[in-house]
């Protein structure tokens, strides 16, 4: 329970970048002992979600500019070469059934405003591309960027229109799997992640506000 609101509270933001996060309040919080609450906070920090300072404690980490356009700049060739390898399948129909389910599920989070909802099945949209690529150290690499991906994508996601211009994007990349076309699907890929790294470079560059 402690790791899904502490999770949910750092990609919504109301925990904010730079925040710190101590123990006995959330113990008060939640109503737990420090064992459990201890136990999520190491596991979002070994996931990114939370920095470890030395004598210090746990703090959000700051979602800094230049480290967020070397992170997707790796990111766009990531997901490139797996949109490509996926539309060379050969069979593919479960992989395109599979990913027009996550996106109808996503509109709908998107319509009901529920932007973590919509966070944790656009990582699962591009999870799923990935684990279908077939190449197991593509996907290790892209894992070890899983906090710090999340942060960015759900960042990216408050700027308005950007969460309805991103189900658009993921539309195009399925039907270029669809119709097995490899560079299509390359080039919608990494076109899609520029375009996400161009909203959150915007709203970073504004101080962190949406409009």
């Known amino acids: 329970m402690a790791y899904g609101e502490l999770r949910r509270a750092i990609l919504s933001g109301r925990l904010a970048p730079g925040s710190h996060v101590s123990v006995r309040p959330l113990c008060e919080e939640f109503g737990l002992s420090a064992t459990p609450v201890k136990a999520a906070l190491t596991a979002l920090e070994r996931e990114g979600f939370l920095v470890l300072h030395p004598h210090r404690g746990f703090f959000v980490p700051e979602v800094d500019r230049e480290d967020m356009r070397e992170l997707y700049e790796l990111r766009e060739v990531l997901d490139g070469m797996a949109a490509r390898r996926a539309a060379a399948l050969s069979s593919r129909e479960w992989l395109v059934a599979r990913l027009a389910e996550l996106l109808e599920a996503q509109t709908a989070e998107v319509a009901a405003r529920n932007l973590a909802g919509y966070g944790d099945l656009d990582a699962l949209f591009h999870q799923e591309i990935l684990a ?54 390359e080039r919608l890929a990494r076109r899609h992640v520029r375009k996400s790294a161009s909203a959150l470079d915007r709203y970073l560059n504004r101080g962190g506000r949406a409009s």
């Open 132 to 185: 279908a690529a077939g190449n197991g150290r593509l996907r290790q690499v892209s894992e070890n960027m899983t906090g710090q991906l999340r942060l960015g994508r759900a960042t990216s996601a408050r700027v308005p229109g950007r969460p309805n211009a991103a189900l658009t994007e993921h539309g195009e990349i399925v039907a270029a799997i669809a119709a097995g076309e490899p560079q299509q699907a």
